[in-house]
């Protein structure tokens, strides 16, 4: 509780000031006015400020801030009393009534503005936090009820910029916003200097926390940018931005830049402003923020494991056993064949794919089946919008169709009309969810046509 | 040759307020309906849910309206569905058999996009009906 001790004091969330120049003859309980705001020098020497009036907070004399509550019957009023009555903790203030300490919660979003060490919390240490839920209630005839949490909507990162002055709800999330974004500016650095970037061969996963499930780790691709979408609480992966053409088959319309502004090539835009786009308030910026810090602090690490081909077998093996996947994932899962520019051949253990060729219609076939156009072009559009899976750009959708297939032929995969192939890599992103998926639907008739849509993963 | 244009049209009308726990609703009901009956529909990706019993298709519920092929003897049994699910239902009996005429113009408007030309919409079983527009 020490790291918290100041931050209870006079039973809000307070930031510790040194008294400015000029102002050291001030003591204990005395107010001073400095940049525009009132300040409440502490019995430490330094000083705190007294409220944040923007919210419509309630501000008492002594820095006592939030629901006024009656002294029960019995109790001593004298101010700077402090009172356990009803499982939680009050201070009586210079009004004669007392102010709970734990509606200091309600203010705990500010915590981003003191992004040190001193000031960054663990998981547990968060969990550990009382919350003003767990307050039992009190006698309704004596006392109100706390007040119920404010939800800011103010902190979006379209405006990065904090300004000067007091410390405001306003001002602390812009400023959270801004270090935030700094941060991030620093990790996409490193990144860069790592190689780590959108449209690189070599991909890094690394893990970080939701926002809002702390303790459940998501991998998290830095290759694509991602977002959090607050409806579903669950990460978003945006399909990756065309890089270098599909060449394979006849040319593909580049898909639509979704995100506006210019093609970004192989290292785009600083991923952050993407990244933050749904990210809706203080709070999850916070968290957002813990989890690049440990991000930056790990890339070294996840760096030296990139380059060791059996660290990353051993990594591999590890996450098909924490999928509930006891074999190798290079013995279960067909392996598409790589190049540089587009990647679509599929091969297996015990597999030849037979040779792709037209028909006397100009339609791709492998002699079994024949690819249906119509059937594939809504997931090569490069976009969501209309509620259809995507296949990533550098695939080669056509081919890797007609190969699934004859594979499906082989392993027994259909279940009437359908099989599901199940790759070692993702081949595209799921309509609904937008997380990349190494599943792909193959959908056939009885005449021998086919068309493939990325599954759920 | 069943031409199921008008039932369609009619569907389509019907389509606002067909939600997705409507649709999984009626394949669960659907299900209970064959023997093994189990559920493949991938919400939000696919245009139909289909209904598996003993590894054949037994009834198709689309995505965007309330329209469904069961696989059903009768129309009897298909009524029965209709009125119980709350959807148009059509029974067929045998989804590979090319039993359906169809307005390719009317169904490319009921499912929002352009038809692939590999199908004869005059003649098309109901696993092809489903394979264009899925």
New interface residues.
Partial sequence: MDKWRHLYRYGFLATPYLLPRGYQGYGYGQSLVYGGSTYVVGDDGYMYQQAMTDQGVVVQTGGCVGQPYQVPAGYDATPGNVIEYGGATYVVCDDRNMYVQAAAEQTAVEQPTQVNSSTLLTVNELRQRPQVNQLPPLPSNVLPQVKTTVTLNVNKVVRPTAKVGPVTRKNVALRANQEVIGRTRELKKDSDKAGLCLGKADRSVLSMNSPSQLGQARTFDVSTPGSWDPKTHQWATMPPKPTVPASVGKPRVPPENTQGGPDPGLCPVPPEFVIFNNVVDTLQLFYFARDLFSLVRALPEAIALLKNPNLLKQISKLSAKAAGISEPIGKIFPRINSSPATFGKLEAEGFTAPKIGTNRHGQLTNGTYTLDEAGMQPHSTGSLANGKSQFMYRVNADQLALDAAAYADQKGLWVGNKAKVIFDRPIGVHADTGEPTSVLNIYRTSTGFIHAAPGRP | MTDITSKIVSAGSLAHGWTPEKVRHALSALAELYPEGTV?W?????EWG?V?SR???TAYVSARCPLAFVQADDEAEAQRVSSQLSILAIAVQDF?APSINVDPSALSELTR???????SYDRA?V??I???T?
């Fill in positions: 493949d991938e919400e939000g990706n696919e289909r598996i590894g054949e298709v590979d996009r352009p038809l692939t030309k590999n199908v079983s696993n092809e489903w394979w264009a899925v």
